[in-house]
């Protein structure tokens, strides 16, 4: 069965820490993607992960690919309160034309 | 652009009724998905196109079909609805199928059947 896990599923910190979220992913995939969705909203991408070791960042945010390993990391640098969302990861099946979704981490950054 | 849109942005249908999500994209993409959004569970694969006039099944493709004429529309039809249907719906596009764009999200439908 092909499964994409994310943890923690729940993540409350305080503003100023770092935490890192774990993508761990069971299926053959060239292609990892990290999504944000706001409460009540659509998913907005953040990072998209192509090759083994890739890493990419933007503010405070860092994603990683281990493809041997089959983890994406999102680390989250000295968080803010706007940083308050669902994080999802997603693989795109090798061969295939489809998506799977983690069940994404839901965080709180607590002021 | 208006990017991906969908309508209705919220539904209420009785057990055994039939529906169509509308979704729509302008930017000229040629893959389309739709998704079901639960509590708990991210979010799961119904249908996908991969240009006009080719469709296929996702995870959880019973009790919807699709079709897609133009390159613009991907409308997601609910055959007799089902009180497990109630969830929301998204809509996505990106460039090309296989690529390593990512998927753009519509605004979401979010349906309720009793």
Known sequence: ELKVEQNPLFLSMQEGKNYTI???????????YWYRQD?????????VLLSNGAVKQEGRLMASLDTKARLSTLHITAAVHDLSATYFCAVAVSGTYKYIFGTGTRLKVLA | NAGVTQTPKFQVLKTGQSMTLQCAQDMNHEYMSWYRQDPGMGLRLIHYSVGAGITDQGEVPNGYNVSRSTTEDFPLRLLSAAPSQTSVYFCASSMRALSTDTQYFGPGTRLTVL
């Open chain 1, 22 to 32: 774990y993508c761990n992913y069971s299926t053959t995939s060239d292609r990892l």
């Open chain 1, 39 to 47: 409460p009540g909203k659509s998913l907005e991408s953040l990072f």
